[in-house]
């Protein structure tokens, strides 16, 4: 082929660290403006993010070059740095916990991811973010012992 084609778009879930409630009201808007521009920079596209406190969902769409692990190392540490220059108080060497989850997503359940991250706060009404991320971890067919989630 002359050139190459791709669609890549991946379902990203990442935590504060201890599942600290610390992404507030008033640094959301900010700190999704962040991660969105983050994004662009490295190459990517950030089609929808939402969460909770103490977690981000982006739905991103990436090209072939940009390495998943590497842009999410890149959001996670600038946009720890950042925060932390906003004011919040450092709980270790990052904001963030160490792992992060990835998904990836087919052209056709797009708009269904995009709703699902966009209703955050309807999801966790009767859920914590740590049951939401086993649930996603099952529905994937990825098994993992519940007592490492709370690891850092």
Known sequence: MPQTFSQMLFHLV????????LIQPSLQEALYGQLWELTRQQGGELIEIGGMPDHVHLLVQARPTLAVATLVQRLKGTSSFWLLERGLKPLGESLWQRGYAVFTVSASSRERIR???????????DRSSRDELLLLLRKHGITIDPERLDED
């Open 14 to 21: 990442f935590a504060t660290k201890h599942r600290e409630p």
């Open 115 to 125: 709703r699902y991250i966009r209703n955050q706060p309807r999801h966790h009404r």
